[in-house]
């Protein structure tokens, strides 16, 4: 009858509209679910995080507003901490060394450098290379643009100029001692306090490395006992390790006998 009728009709509409609600509560879950989906890939895809060996040492020299410019080299360690250590040339005054923590922002793209509770750069990390942004975390344009890089130091044991910073676990504090590896001839020299020293090295597979012919001159010197201690040691090592930019000479397996820095500082 009509009245039947009619009541099949209101409630196919009703179901209908149940329906529509339902399907309109699967679209927006699914939108949701997907949104997630790709907010969660934009943070594990490749990106210079998680694709590029970017700890390391980094090198360049920055611009300057009132001196030739910024000697900069920074350490990115993977522990995600840095060291920065920048001079201002030509200038009469300690270089300004900053330590501390960095992090990365949600790309995986820029790192931002915080010392003492202080945001104090950020840059773009790159193919062995940093790029300094400016204040608002976007690159810096104009002439100067291509002067913002720092490059990655392929850091080796020969061709390094390695400054002494402890012996036999003892730190060596205002001393000039260091040491070179030159490929040429296998020839190593430096200054072990006072003295300059001379000889020959032999590197071999799995970092073992053997010096000899060790030579010095005969200045007297206030600490000839330091002096000695040195020569000593750098006659004992057999094998090394490089981490960063710290060299750790050692023997076997003992505890390491000379920790060195490499320093940029000289040419």
């Given amino acids: ?8 009709i209101l409630i196919m509409q009703k179901l209908n509209t149940i329906i529509l609600l339902l399907l309109i509560v699967i679209v927006a ?8 989906r790709e907010k969660e ?4 895809m490749d990106n210079s995080k998680t ?3 970017w700890d390391g040492v980094y090198l360049g020299t920055l611009p300057c507003a009132d001196c030739p410019g910024i000697a900069t080299e920074m350490e990115l360690n993977k522990d995600q901490t840095f060291s920065l250590r920048e001079t201002y040339m030509e200038r009469d005054i300690a270089p300004r060394v900053s330590e501390g923590t960095f992090s990365w922002n949600k790309q995986g793209s820029n790192i931002t450098l915080n010392s003492n509770g202080k945001e104090i750069a950020s840059y773009l990390v790159g193919e062995n290379t940093l790029i300094r942004l400016d204040m608002k975390g976007k690159r810096i344009t104009g002439a100067l643009a291509d002067h913002y890089n720092l490059e990655k130091k392929q850091i080796k044991i020969t061709g390094t100029r390695w400054k002494l910073t402890e012996l036999r676990g003892q730190k060596v504090n205002h001393s000039s001692a260091f040491i070179v590896f030159s490929t040429k001839n296998n020839r190593v020299y430096g200054n072990s306090g ?4 001379s000889g020959s090295f032999e590197l071999n597979d799995g970092n073992q490395i ?11 010197c206030p600490d000839m006992d330091s002096e000695q201690a040195f020569l000593s040691v750098m006659g004992m090592v057999d094998n090394y390790s490089i981490s960063g930019r710290t060299l750790l000479m050692n023997k076997a397996r003992m505890a ?9 500082s000289e040419k």
């Fill in 51 to 53: 694709s590029l060996d």
């Fill in 256 to 264: 390491p006998l000379a920790r060195f820095e490499a320093d940029f």
């Fill in 41 to 44: 890939t934009l943070t594990t």
């Fill in 29 to 36: 879950g699914c939108k949701s679910t997907q949104q997630t």
């Fill in 1 to 8: 009858n009509a009245c039947g009728s009619f009541f099949k």
């Fill in 210 to 220: 053997g010096l000899s012919q060790l030579a010095s001159t005969r200045m007297a």
């Fill in 194 to 197: 006072c003295n300059n020293f």
